[in-house]
């Protein structure tokens, strides 16, 4: 199975504050990875996908990049409502494999 | 709209069967490209992908699971199911359903989650 580092795994940010999050993978999945954000006791929504892909319907701020087998989630000035647990997962190779989530926080 | 809502039993026993259904709407499981995967999270702990069915009903297995999976769908009630047999303490997680789309290969939508316990 692919293995999928994620850092950090949590987060305190202040509002306006620039944030990253970033996922390492085990081997080379190309642009095979999506990021998902999650509040509590909501679905997972679709963020980015296809690394740098920004899912219709989300908003500008959030932005993806990926160098060889590093991904990077960009929030550029968080508000309020980016407060929550963000993902990543990588659907190269079944079986799917996730990072193990960051927890973002207001400082 | 498409929407995913998980149910189950809530709490079942070690050893028992759980069975798990997603009611889904907004696409069908007979449409070209359609699938459901089940994902399930044990608190405090990574996401972990479970099984997958297709349109023409082809599955996929996690196979650290598979001898203890069965993954189903009912198109005409817009349903898949998922049943893991023999539980223990480590199937105690929130379940998860999600589409896929075939050509993209990852899940877009998801459901909210179902939590099950095992306990005796």
């Known amino acids: 199975d692919i293995q999928v580092t994620q850092s950090p795994s949590s987060l305190l940010a202040s509002l306006g504050e620039r944030v990253t999050i970033t996922c390492q993978t085990s081997q080379s999945i190309s642009n095979n990875l999506n990021w998902y954000q999650q509040k509590p006791g909501q679905a997972p929504m679709l963020l980015i996908y296809y690394a740098t892909s920004l899912q219709t319907g989300m908003p500008s701020r959030f932005s993806g990049q990926y160098s060889g087998r590093s991904f990077t989630l960009t929030i550029t000035s968080l508000e309020p409502e980016d407060i929550a647990n963000y993902f990543c997962?990588?659907?190269?190779?079944?079986?799917?494999?996730f990072g193990a989530g960051t927890k973002l926080e207001l400082k | 709209q498409v929407t995913l809502k998980e149910s189950g039993p809530g709490i079942l026993q070690p050893s028992q069967t759980l069975s798990l259904t997603c009611t889904f709407s907004?696409?069908?499981?007979?449409?070209?490209?359609?699938?459901v995967g089940w994902i399930r999270q044990p608190s405090g702990k990574g996401l972990e992908w479970l099984a997958n069915?297709?349109?023409?009903?082809?599955?996929y297995y996690n196979p650290s699971l598979k001898n203890r999976l069965t993954i189903s769908k009912d198109t005409s009630n817009n349903q898949a199911f998922l049943k893991i047999t023999n539980v223990d303490t480590a199937d105690t997680a929130t379940y998860y359903c999600?589409?896929?789309?075939?050509?993209?290969?990852?899940?877009?939508?998801w459901g909210q989650g179902v939590m099950v316990t095992v306990s005796s």
């Open positions: 069915i297709w349109w023409d009903d082809d599955k």
């Open positions: 997962l990588q659907h190269y190779s079944a079986p799917y494999t």
């Open positions: 907004g696409f069908s499981l007979s449409t070209y490209g359609m699938g």
């Open positions: 999600a589409r896929i789309d075939y050509y993209s290969s990852y899940p877009d939508y």
